[in-house]
Structure formats: C-alpha cells, structure tokens
C-alpha cells in the first residue's frame, strides 16, 4: 500500500520560509518522479515542482521559480519543498505526487498525498 504523508505546513508571515516534507512508504522511491501541487479554495489544483527519480531535473512553476527549492533524498524516501520569500498569494493546501515519469501536470501522478495547509499572512 502506497503512503505518502505531507508535513511542515504552518502560518507564516509575508517574506518568511517553510520545508514541506513528504514522506513515502510502499514504492520504489527512486524510480518515481516526485511533484508537489498547491489547490487554494475555489481554485484547481496546480502544478508547483517537480524532480525526477535520481534529482538531476527539476522543473518549477513561474512564480515559484527563484524562491521554491524541491529536493529529495532517495535513503530516507522523503522529498521536500523548501520555500522563500513567501507570499500571500501562495496559501494553498500543498500535495505531494509521485508518478512514473517527470510530469508538470497533475495528470499521470498516480499516488497523491492527503496535503498539508499553508497560510501566508500578510
């Protein structure tokens, strides 16, 4: 059975920084690539970043582009979203996804997590 458990969400204000984690059991993690997505009320659920099985690509959102980080660390089966700068405009639930193959859609991750809420105050 495939688990993956978001982490680290929280309040933050304007300008400060969170680590989301994401933390998977039951797959084989390094041949998955790993996504995250934010879903903000009302809104569809976007695409954030993604990094591919081994690390060696990523792909960012424009806007996330510069101040997000995604990473993972194959040993510990646990990926992770570093985000700066932070804005009000990035309140969001946050969903890690992991897919066979390097995706910036969510169509095609077939393992999602439950999210973890993050609020940016202004």
């Known amino acids: 059975q495939v688990q993956l458990v978001e982490s680290g969400g929280g309040l933050v204000q304007a300008g400060g920084s969170l680590r989301l984690s994401c933390a998977a059991s039951?797959?084989?993690?390094?041949?998955?690539?790993m996504g995250w997505f934010r879903q903000a009320p009302g809104e569809e659920r976007d695409f954030v970043a993604t990094?591919?099985?081994?690390?060696?690509?990523?792909y960012y959102i424009s806007s996330a582009r510069g101040r997000f980080t995604i990473t993972r660390d194959n040993a510990k089966n646990t990926v992770y979203l570093q985000m700066n700068s932070l804005k009000p405009e990035d309140t969001a639930i946050y969903y890690c996804?992991?897919?066979?193959?390097?995706?910036?859609?969510?169509?095609?991750?077939?393992?999602w997590g439950q999210g973890t809420q993050v609020t940016v105050s202004s």
């Open positions: 039951g797959l084989s993690f390094s041949t998955f690539a």
């Open positions: 996804a992991a897919a066979p193959l390097i995706l910036t859609t969510h169509r095609g991750y077939e393992f």
């Open positions: 990094i591919s099985g081994s690390g060696d690509r990523t």
